[in-house]
């Protein structure tokens, strides 16, 4: 991962995004798939509902549905309809306190962190397999 010198900031960040949507959504299998059964209307309308709720509140629970419910829509091949929500976001992102914009992004900067030592392990472990 580090060795490559194409692999910039920007890719390193998707590939942590896509690593967290993935553990996300096994989260949400092995929990029992509580959405299979909803349909694409209904599983968009009740995501808006949960991240409106989430962000008005950030508690556990609104953070949890929201999440099962985007891993249902992946699971379909389907995004979270993000842009039904973009204002909130916008509001939101304006009242956070530049302390708490800084802390939030100290915590995800770590994550990626771990996220790159996690990789390079394995992939120094690869290479090694494949050089036997």
Do not use: C
């Given at each position: ?90 509001d939101r992102s304006a009242q956070t306190k530049e302390v708490e914009r800084k802390e939030a992004l100290r915590a ?25």
């Amino acid at each position: 991962m580090a060795d490559d010198p194409g692999e910039g900031p920007k890719t390193i960040v998707n590939r942590f995004l896509r690593h967290k949507s993935i553990e996300r959504m096994q989260d949400y299998l092995a929990h029992g798939r509580r959405f299979a059964r909803l349909d694409v209307g209904q599983l968009k309308e009740d995501w808006i509902v949960a991240a409106r709720s989430w962000l008005a509140h950030k508690d556990r629970t609104a953070e949890r549905m929201m999440d099962d419910l985007a891993a249902e829509l992946r699971l379909r091949k389907l995004e979270p309809p993000y842009s039904a929500i973009e204002q909130e976001l916008a509001d939101r992102s304006a009242q956070t306190k530049e302390v708490e914009r800084k802390e939030a992004l100290r915590a995800v900067a770590r994550e990626i962190g771990e996220f790159m030592r996690e990789n390079e392990g394995r992939s120094t472990r690869d290479r090694t397999r494949q050089i036997q």
